[in-house]
């Protein structure tokens, strides 16, 4: 399958997948395909949906699982000091089935998406999710979120620009 | 001529020009300030272009002066809207105590096609309208975890409003 130039639906997804060799799992009734990830701290598996409603494409990586009821408010407290502060927000918490995520809605114009961007911009959803992984891992187990994002955005030094690394994953 | 693609702030203010949209620009931060009004909402959308990285944010401040006291009620009530929403962006600025909406839209080298472009700050403002009635009642005390049925309500009044005029003409 040639590398397409532009990504413009699901099939470009897979196709620039395979040309780049990225190991993935595709689920073609929900267009839908999942990546595992292992960055450094970030390990998981990473979600592309094509959505077909709207003109996006969503870019989802679980952060931490099974948030405990008590710990949900400084969660959500966290997440929004996080998504306030740096420059591509998404941090989001799913309150009923407890856990923090980042999500990233790319809007995808009728032509597509230029593929090398496409994929500048799936990697920043990982690198987003692996620099605050600790800090949230931390709220979830106790941290106040304060603290924990002093201490992120101390050992960044700054919020990062997108990788235009393929092999982060 | 209007561009057909937006590169840069030229382009976004001579769009603005060439679609007769009011604004205030402000060349040293690369920021356009657009009032606008679209049903309940009244208030203004900037439109700020990034200088080091491929964003350009769309901010639209929703709700201002948030008791101290109502700030976690406000957070919760747009972690449940983002995570519901197709184009999550609700935020609380944590010092001014306000409430926004950010979109963030990655812009690939080759600019955005403007017509898309324009879709997608006009995305921002609709969101930003449709949750400010929401928003505005957690303020004054509604329960934060409401916050998204109480818009969708909202949602079905005005298309059932819309509905009934139509039928009458």
């Known amino acids: 399958m040639p590398r397409p130039e532009r990504v413009a639906g699901f099939a470009d997804v897979i196709a620039l997948l395979e040309a780049d060799g990225v190991p993935h799992t595709r689920h073609d009734a929900q267009k839908i395909v999942e990546l595992a990830t292992d960055s450094g701290p970030a390990k998981g598996a990473m979600l592309i949906r094509w959505e077909t409603e709207v003109p996006y494409a969503t870019v989802i990586h679980p952060i931490v699982m099974n948030v405990a009821p008590e710990r949900l408010a400084a969660m959500t407290e966290c997440v929004t000091l996080l998504n306030h502060a740096i420059l591509l927000p998404g941090f989001g918490v799913d309150r009923d089935q407890r856990f923090a995520y980042f999500r990233l809605v790319l809007p995808i114009e009728p032509a597509g998406m230029q593929a090398d961007f496409f994929r500048t911009m799936v990697l920043a959803c990982l690198n987003n999710s692996r620099d605050f992984w600790l800090a949230l891992h931390g709220v979830a187990n106790g941290e106040a979120p304060e603290g924990a994002l002093r201490t992120a955005l101390a050992l960044l030094g700054q919020t990062k620009a997108p990788s235009t690394l393929w092999k982060d994953n | ?169």
């Open chain 2, 1 to 169: 001529m209007p561009p057909t693609r937006i590169t840069g702030f030229a382009d976004m203010v001579e769009l603005l020009a060439a679609d007769g949209v009011t604004h205030v620009k402000n060349e040293t931060e690369q920021m356009v300030q657009i009032p606008t009004e679209l049903g309940p909402f009244k208030g203004n959308l900037f439109i700020r272009w990034d200088r080091t990285l491929p964003y350009v944010n769309a901010i639209c401040p929703v709700v201002f002066q948030i008791p101290e006291e109502r700030m976690a009620e406000v957070e919760r009530a747009c972690m449940r809207i983002n995570h519901a929403i197709a184009l999550p962006g609700f935020c609380v600025e944590p010092e001014q105590r306000f409430a926004y909406f950010r979109l963030t839209v990655p812009i690939e080298p080759g600019g955005m096609e403007a017509s898309f472009y324009r879709l997608m700050m006009m995305a921002a403002v609709h969101n930003a309208r449709d949750f400010f009635v929401a928003l505005k009642g957690v303020v004054d005390g509604a329960p934060g975890e409401e916050a998204l049925a109480v818009a969708a309500q909202q949602a079905n009044a005005t298309a059932a409003a819309a509905a009934g005029s139509a039928f009458e003409e």
